[in-house]
C-alpha cells in the first residue's frame, strides 16, 4: 500500500510531483511569450513610477537595506544577517521590512517631498500567489502633507501607469475595474454600514466586538486582540467585495490598529489611515503620520514587548528614529504641521497591469522559482 | 480539532456541518497585524464554493482523508475512472469535484486521489505532465517577424494549447499545470 500520511508530509507530497524537472525562469522568458510580456511591463512600471515621482517634483532617496534596527511590527519577521569588519568583529543587522524609519530620518533632516523603490524583506511570507519573501515596495512621503494628499498622488500614478500602457480598465479575477474615472473613497464605518449594516462605532471596545464576531458565526479564541475580531469580520465579509468595478480608499481605522498613524483630529476613537483596494486586494496602506516622538516610542515598546510574548526575534526600538521625530517631523517644526506617507506593493501592481496569474510571474527568479531548481 | 497551519489543496474541513474540499489557500497579513489563511473551498454535498478565512492558530475542524496513488483510466459519462495500483479497485468521481484540472489528465498517467470514507474527494496532478503533439500546423516564413512567436497546437488527450513556433507534429513536451502552459520539450 502507497498511502501517503497527508498531515505528516505535505512537504514530501510535493516532492513527489516534481519528477526533478526544473523551473528556469531566465526559460521561460525565451519561450514563453505571455511571460515575457509581463516581464516587460514590470519594467516599464518601474520606469513610469520613476517618471510620475520626478514629474512631481519628489526627490528619489537611497536607504540602506541592512538596518541594524527595523521596524517592530509584531507579525512581520525581519531576516537576520551578520556584518562582519575585517578584524572579524560580528554585528547584528536586519534586511528591512519596509524603508519607512530610514525615510522619516531624511523627512527630519529637512526633504519634503520623498520617494523610494526599494527591495524589502519578510521572512516566513508564502512563496507565491500574493506574496514573495523579497519584494518591490514603493513608499512616498509628504512632510508638510495630508493623508488626502497622498491618496490622489496615488489616484494620479495609476493613471499615469494607465495612460503609459494602454490600459483603462484592469482585468482582475473576473472583474472590469476602471482606474480612468474617479475612484471611490470610503471610511471604514460607512463601509460596514454598507455591507453589513452595522455601525462601527459600538463595536470600538474588544468586549463589544467579541459578542458580534460570535454573533456572526465566527470563532473567538481566548488571545485574540481587537484587530484580530475585526479581520476576522472584514476579510470574510467585507474585503473580497471591495473595488469590484473601481479602485476604493478605505480610511479611517478603528484607533486599535494606528500603528505608526496618527489619531484623528475629530474623533480619536479613529485612526488616519488608509488602505487602497482592487477586486479584493489590498494593494497600499497609508498614514497620517503619528510625529509625536513620546507617543512613537510608548508604542514602539509595547510593540517590542508583544514580539518578547509571542516568541518572535527581539532588538532594540531605533533610539535614532525616536530623537528624529524628536527634532520635527516636518523638520523644525513641533507636531504645528502634519506629514503624511504610503507604501504600495509594485509587485502587485505588476500584476493588476499585466494580467499575470501569481505574483511569482512578475518577478524573475521568484523564492519559488529558485528552491524548485534544488529540488 | 487540527491548526490552520495543516490547511493544504486537498483537505476535507468541517465548516458548519457541512464537508468542504480545500482547493487553494493563501496567507495573508492584513494590514501590519495577525496572519489569517484565506481558502477557497467547495462543497462536497452542493459543488458550491465559499471563501471562509481564519486566523493562523485558530483550530479548524479538518476530517482525516486517505491519500492514495492511482491512475487515471478513462471517462465515464461525466465521471472520470481512476485505479488503485495495489488492488487494481477502481473509484469513479464527478468532473464537477475535479474541476477545470479534468482537462489535464491523460490516460494512464499517476495521481493522487484523497478519499473521504472511502469516496474520492479530491485529485492532485503531477506539476507537469508529458504529452506527445499530434497536430502542429508548420511554422510559416516571416512567422517571428510578424510577431506571431506561438501557435496552437493539438495534445494526445485533445487538449489544445499555445506553443512556440518551433515544435513539431510527433515531438513529446511538458506542459505546466499551474498554468495551462507550453514548458519545455519533454
Redesign the interface.
Known sequence: ???????KS?RD?SG????N?HMSTW??LK????LKGIYDTRLKIIKSIREFFWSQDFLETDTPIAARYPGQ????NPMRTQIHNPSGAAFDFFLHTSPEFAMKKLLAAGYKKIFQICHCFRDE??FG???NPEFTMIEWYRAPGELLEIADDTENLFKYLGEKLGVKKINYKDFKIDISGEWDRKSMKEIWKIFINVNLDDYLEIEKIKILVKER?F?V?EN??Y??LF??I???EI??KLGLEKPIFIYD?PAQ?C?LSRLCDNDKRYAERF?LYFGGL?LA?AFGELTDAECQSRRLNEDKKLREKLGKQSYPVDKDFINALKSGVPAGENYSKKAAGIALGVDRVVLLFSGA??IN?TIFQSAKDQTEFDE | M?STN?I?K??VIRH?NDLFVVVEF???????????V?TRMKSLAAGKVV?????V???VDIVE?????MQYLYKNGANYVFMN??DYEQVEMNGDLIGDEAKYLKEGIEV?V?LFEEVPVSV?L???ITYKVVEAPPAVKGDSASGN??KEITLDNGLKIQA?IFIKEGEEI?VNI??G????RA
Not at chain 2, 493563501?26 to 489569517?36: L, V
Not at chain 2, 482523508?65 to 496513488?69: A, G, I, K, S, Y
Open positions: 500500500m502507497t498511502t501517503v500520511n497527508f498531515f505535505s507530497l513527489w510531483f516534481c519528477c524537472l526559460l521561460d519561450d514563453n511569450p505571455r511590527e509584531p507579525y512581520l511570507e508564502e500567489g500574493r506574496h458565526g470563532a479564541c485574540d486582540a484587530e484580530d479581520y476576522k472584514f476579510l470574510n474585503e473580497p481605522y490598529m500603528s488602505e489590498e496602506n496569474k501569481d510571474e | 487540527s495543516e493544504r486537498g483537505v458548519q493563501q496567507h495573508i497579513n492584513p494590514g501590519k497585524g495577525a496572519a489569517f484565506r471563501e471562509i478565512t481564519y486566523k492558530g485558530e483550530s482523508v486517505e491519500f492514495q496513488t495500483m495495489n493522487i484523497g492532485q503531477p506539476k507537469k512567436v506561438t512556440p511538458l499551474e498554468t502552459e507550453y514548458s519545455a
